[in-house]
């Protein structure tokens, strides 16, 4: 059974039941199922699209995405949703690895995609909002094709999402998930959340990304709940939704966090009816949970990449305050080990590699069965790259990026837990931490600080917040201080940018500031 079939049952059972909240527009699930129905039956009819073919999609967040990824599911075909942030030759490259037989493009895109179009091999163009010469009209499509029949083709062990990672240490790979991969992340989330029927998820993270799509969307429409779809973050929305009383669910990343709390309406503002708010990432600053709990708004967290779907452990609101720091335990459907550089299982407190299995961890990245290999095993389990440890009661603790990890001295030292000590110095606004080779130590740990606005510190003020916190083998032995932090197209910070400035600053303070400008 395709996955196209959840909204197809829901719109049997509660066909006037909303399944997406858009723009002021309310979608049911019966408006909803034939939108699929009619785009299933252009893609097969008009657009040529079969079992394995890819169709991709560049555009803001649109109840268009979601209905062409179950359109896709219905035929056996693959969605890859691109990120819009990137610039135009990225799209570009992504859509001559991914060869899709139509390409998606909301309005906010179609002048810069057709500026290179002659550049691009894809059989379709279709303008998602209105009309425009020399591309196919998604509305006249849906016209045409209303009330047409489409076929199914698609099945659980079908490829249906093409979702290129981040790139932040190369060229982007294309991760494969199955159906089945989808349905069983579904299923992790819905024991994650407690989600239920009578749930309202706001949805402000992109649809390029497995965050928007699988943490809380599809496993909201899975469920036949109702799901607030914003075409993309914008806090003072964000908190017209979330005050608004309807809400019970909603997902950040950690600088969607930053943004509300630093926003002139956070405090004053009341989230009733918030069940929870979920969030992911290597590090989430203790105190900017502590920000939300001070709400009465309980924060739980989830491991997880795009290559486990992405959930593959998480936190629920029993632990959410009393497991802080935690990334929780492995999935209803995930088996987590933690494992040394032999790849013997390690034990509690011990930290290992992160490895997880399951039936939602992908299947390969799209033709590169060498890169699948090496990050892959016979035996289903995905390695991760990440470092973490257990603690007395099984829960997960993630230390860092294994190639993060600085080694002085002999001892391991890793920068996340530096970083969490940097983000309550109030001065700062963000900062990194690397490590710079060394001839005594073999590396030494640097700290790389953006301060606020109108704020200043000296080196010595930075390090005074180590003092009686770490052991002084893990202090940083410098602090760099600049503009930025060098991101990617996710917010990201990309510390292999961030270490290649390090390495290139001298002992002079001022020559120093000057090389870490970005």
């Known amino acids: 059974m395709d996955l196209s079939r959840w909204i197809i049952r829901h719109a049997d059972f509660t066909p006037d039941k909303t399944a997406l909240r858009f723009e002021g527009k309310e979608i049911s699930y019966a408006e909803f199922a034939a939108m699929i129905e009619a785009l299933a039956a252009a893609m097969a009819n008009k657009l040529d699209v079969s079992r394995g073919d890819r169709v991709a999609v560049l555009s803001l967040n649109s109840p268009v995405t979601l209905a062409l990824l179950f359109a896709c599911a219905r035929l056996g075909a693959m969605i890859s949703p691109l990120n819009w942030r990137l610039a135009g030759p990225e799209h570009n490259r992504m859509i001559a690895d991914a060869r899709p037989k139509s390409l998606f493009v909301g309005e906010e895109f179609i002048d810069n995609v057709d500026v290179s179009r002659d550049e691009i091999d894809v059989p379709h163009f279709v303008a998602m909002n209105g009309e425009k010469e020399n591309w196919i009209s998604l509305d006249n499509l849906i016209e045409e094709y209303k009330g047409v029949t489409a076929p199914v083709s698609g099945g659980p062990e079908d490829a249906l999402l093409l979702c290129y990672t981040s790139g932040s240490t190369g060229a982007p790979k294309g991760v494969v998930l199955t159906q089945n991969a989808m349905q069983f992340n579904a299923i992790n989330s819905i024991h994650m959340h407690g989600l239920v029927g009578s749930d309202v998820a706001l949805t402000t993270l992109p649809l390029f990304h497995v965050g928007g799509l699988n943490i809380q969307t599809l496993p909201a429409l899975h469920l036949g709940a109702t799901t607030i779809l914003q075409k993309q973050f914008e806090p003072d929305a964000t908190f017209d939704d979330l005050e608004s009383g309807d809400v019970t669910l909603t997902c950040f990343v950690p600088a969607q966090m930053q943004a509300m709390v630093a926003h002139p309406r956070w405090a004053k503002a009341s989230f009733e009816g918030i069940r929870s708010v979920t969030t992911g990432s290597t590090f989430v600053p203790h105190s900017l949970i502590e920000q939300f709990h001070k709400k009465s708004v309980p924060v739980i967290q989830i491991y997880g990449s795009t290559e486990t779907a992405p959930i593959a452990v998480y936190t629920t609101v029993n632990d959410a305050h009393s497991k802080l720091g935690s990334t929780g335990k492995a999935a209803i459907h995930c088996e987590v080990r933690l494992v040394d550089d032999d790849g013997m299982d390690v034990g509690q407190g011990t930290s290992g590699e992160i490895l997880v299995r399951g039936a939602s961890v992908m299947r390969e990245y799209w033709q590169q069965p060498d890169v699948t290999r090496e990050v892959l095993d016979a035996d289903g389990w995905f390695q991760t790259g990440d470092m973490g440890h257990f603690d007395e009661e099984g829960y997960l603790y993630v230390d860092d990026r294994k190639k993060d990890m600085i080694i002085s001295g002999g001892e391991n030292i890793y920068p996340a837990e530096l970083e969490n000590i940097l983000a309550e110095v109030d001065d700062l606004a963000e900062a990194a931490v690397v490590g710079k080779s060394d001839a005594r130590w073999g590396e ?75």
């Open 444 to 518: 030494v740990a640097v700290a790389v600080c953006v301060l606020k606005d109108g704020r200043t510190l000296k080196e010595q003020d930075v390090l005074a917040a180590f003092e009686d916190n770490l052991a002084r083998y893990k202090h940083p032995k410098e602090v760099v201080f600049t503009d930025q932090l060098p991101r990617n197209a996710m917010g990201k910070v990309v510390k292999d940018d961030v270490r290649k400035l390090v390495s290139e600053i001298t002992n002079d303070p001022e020559e120093s500031l000057e090389a870490m400008k970005i």
